[in-house]
T-cell receptor, first 113, second 113 residues
Framework: KAGVTQTPRYLIKTRGQQVTLSCSPI?????VSWYQQTPGQGLQFLFEYFSETQRNKGNFPGRFSGRQFSNSRSEMNVSTLELGDSALYLCASNMGQGVAEAFFGQGTRLTVV | KQEVTQIPAALSVPEGENLVLNCSFT??????LQWFRQDPGKGLTSLLLIQSSQREQTSGRLNASLDKSSGRSTLYIAASQPGDSATYLC????????????FGRGTSLIVHP
C-alpha cells in the first residue's frame, strides 16, 4: 500500500513568487491536512480538507490556500512568497472519521531567497 | 487552547539503555494521542496511536502509556540502538472534535554506540 506522496521534495523560489505543492494521500483516505514546520515554531497546522471541502483552518494569512480534488489529492498554494515562508511543508492523510491515525508524507522543503 | 509539552527537549544516551520520553497536555478531553518519529529533514513516521479509552500500546521495543486524568503520556524505548536516534513527537487530537492534532516540540534523541 503506497504511503503519502508529496511533490516536489525540494523547491527554491524568489521572494514575491508563488508556489504550488502537491500531496497524494493513502488510497481510501479522505482527509488531507497541511503543516508548516520551522525550527522556531515547530509544527503548525495550516488547513485540512475532507471530501473536497476545507473543514478546518489554522492561523495563517490568506496567502496560504489549498484545495482538494475528487480523488482526494490536495494542493497547497502560497502566493507572494516571503523569506519567512522557508520551511518544511508536510501533509498528512487519514480516514477522516472516527479514530483517525495520521500518516505523513516526506515533506517539501521550500527555500525562499 | 490545548498545549503539549515534551520533556526532555534533548537526550543523549549510550546504546542499550532503556529510555522514557514524556509528553504532557493541558486539556484532558482528548480523543487520541499519537507518537511519531522524525528523522532530520524527513516526514513523520507514526509509531503508536493510543485511543482515549486505552491505557497503553506496544510495538516491538516501544511502549506508550496514557493517563488522561493527569494529562500525561510516556514513551518507553527498551534496549536503545543507534538507529533509534531521531526526534520523537507526540500529538493529541483537538478536544473540539475536529481531529486536528496539536504537536509538542519533540525530544531529540541521540543513541551513541
Amino acid at each position: 500500500k503506497a504511503g503519502v506522496t508529496q511533490t516536489p521534495r525540494y523547491l527554491i523560489k524568489t521572494r514575491g513568487q508563488q508556489v504550488t505543492l502537491s500531496c497524494s494521500p493513502i488510497s481510501g483516505h479522505r482527509s488531507v491536512s497541511w503543516y508548516q514546520q520551522t525550527p522556531g515554531q515547530g509544527l503548525q497546522f495550516l488547513f485540512e480538507y475532507f471530501s473536497e471541502t476545507q473543514r478546518n483552518k489554522g492561523n495563517f494569512p490568506g496567502r496560504f490556500s489549498g484545495r482538494q480534488f475528487s480523488n482526494s489529492r490536495s494542493e497547497m498554494n502560497v502566493s507572494t512568497l516571503e523569506l519567512g515562508d522557508s520551511a518544511l511543508y508536510l501533509c498528512a492523510s487519514n480516514m477522516g472519521q472516527g479514530v483517525a491515525e495520521a500518516f505523513f508524507g516526506q515533506g517539501t522543503r521550500l527555500t525562499v531567497v | 487552547k490545548q498545549e503539549v509539552t515534551q520533556i526532555p527537549a534533548a537526550l543523549s544516551v549510550p546504546e542499550g539503555e532503556n529510555l522514557v520520553l514524556n509528553c504532557s497536555f493541558t486539556d484532558s478531553a482528548i480523543y487520541n494521542l499519537q507518537w511519531f518519529r522524525q528523522d532530520p529533514g524527513k516526514g513523520l513516521t507514526s509509531l503508536l496511536l493510543i485511543q482515549s479509552s486505552q491505557r497503553e500500546q506496544t510495538s516491538g521495543r516501544l511502549n506508550a502509556s496514557l493517563d488522561k486524568s493527569s494529562g500525561r503520556s510516556t514513551l518507553y524505548i527498551a534496549a536503545s540502538q543507534p538507529g533509534d536516534s531521531a526526534t520523537y513527537l507526540c500529538a493529541v487530537d483537538d478536544p473540539g472534535g475536529s481531529y486536528i492534532p496539536t504537536f509538542g516540540r519533540g525530544t531529540s534523541l541521540i543513541v551513541h554506540p
